[in-house]
């Protein structure tokens, strides 16, 4: 049995790891893992050091951030330069396929939904256990409905009654966990 961290010798021949994806893909996922990473930084950097409230400098807020905007940094580089050893550059892209752009799609429905709930329903008015249940209820049963499985595309009552449970259980135990765990003040 083969150690499943080897690439196949096979695959070093054509560029193509054990899934399938041509080393394209991972520069790709390295450039987009290495561009969040810096906006994770940048974020981080920027945030109120609350020095006037004389905060230790090893818990202000923005260090974890940071420290994981490093990370994604670093570990997008590293994938960028597997790939750009794999040959990266060298190789057209093929044409996506069906489950590739199905795959596509779903990311870019995460992308509006969570970008939805951090610029429109989070620190506009609303209170936070409040917009948290609609973002989650809201997922669950957008990404249902996009669902490959025809009877879980059907949005019946109990798929209303169950995200809207699930939603809101998510948002209380979180509300609760950051104000009496964390003594966060959400908004």
Request: charge should be positive; charged fraction near 15%; include cysteine.
């Amino acid at each position: 049995m083969t150690d499943p961290g080897l690439v196949p010798e096979h695959s070093v021949a054509t560029g193509v790891d054990e899934q399938g994806r041509p080393p394209r893909s991972d520069l790709k996922d390295a450039s987009g893992w290495i561009a969040l990473g810096l906006a994770v930084l940048v974020g981080s950097i920027t945030m109120d050091r609350l020095e006037q409230q004389n905060i230790n400098p090893v818990t202000v807020p923005g260090l974890l951030p940071g420290l994981l905007g490093i990370a994604m940094i670093l570990l997008g580089s590293a994938l960028g330069v597997r790939s750009l050893r794999r040959g990266a550059l060298a190789q057209s892209t093929p044409a996506a396929s069906a489950d590739e752009r199905e795959q596509r799609k779903r990311v870019w429905i995460a992308i509006a939904l969570c970008v939805g709930y951090g610029v429109v329903l989070v620190g506009h008015g609303l209170p936070f256990w409040l917009a948290s249940t609609l973002y989650v209820t809201a997922s669950i049963l957008v990404f249902q409905r996009v669902s490959r499985d025809a009877v879980e595309r059907r949005l019946g009552a109990m798929a209303w009654i169950k995200a809207l449970v699930i939603g809101a259980a998510a948002s209380v135990v979180t509300w609760l966990v950051f104000e009496m765990v964390f003594l966060v003040r959400l908004p």
